[in-house]
């Protein structure tokens, strides 16, 4: 008895649905992992210092930018004005539980005006804020 064997001459296929479906859960896990962040619209050139200090300032202090022409920003928000800056303030720390330590970091222009900090200064102070730092860009003497 013989037996005929068939040759088949078609050509194996590459199935293309599991390579798609890990290349989408690739693209998914990479837009989920990844962080977003808003730079504030309000540039500041912070002045320099002789010693290079490493930024210690905890996540939770309010960071105050103040712009070379005066205006303002708080966190990620953009350019404000003097009242506004102060009613946001005044907004933000109200949610702050009454035994946390309040912190702010000001973060002065180098050319900035020193009555725009010290009005910074002076609005936290009348808030309760109980520390306040000042940033500069460390090892960068002026």
């Known amino acids: 008895m013989r037996i005929k064997r068939t040759t088949s001459i078609e050509a194996p296929d590459i ?3 599991p390579l798609i479906d890990v290349l ?3 693209v998914i ?3 989920v992992s990844t962080t977003f962040m808003q730079p504030s619209q309000l540039e500041v050139d912070l002045p320099g210092t002789q010693s290079a200090s490493e930024d210690t300032t905890p ?3 309010l960071r105050i930018r103040v712009g070379r ?3 303002y920003a708080l966190g990620s928000q953009s350019v ?3 009242t506004q800056l102060r009613t946001e ?3 933000v720390l109200l949610t702050k539980p009454a035994g946390e330590e309040r912190r702010a970091v000001v973060e002065a222009d180098a050319a ?3 009555q725009s900090v010290v009005l910074v200064m002076d609005m936290l102070a009348s808030l309760g804020v109980a520390r306040v730092s000042i940033a500069t860009a460390g090892g960068k003497a002026p």
Do not use: C, M, R
């Open 15 to 17: 199935n293309l649905i």
């Open 24 to 26: 989408l859960v690739i």
């Open 29 to 31: 896990f990479l837009v």
């Open 59 to 61: 996540p939770e202090a």
């Open 69 to 71: 022409d005066g205006n």
């Open 80 to 82: 404000l004005t003097e």
């Open 89 to 91: 303030l005044s907004k």
């Open 112 to 114: 900035a005006t020193h």
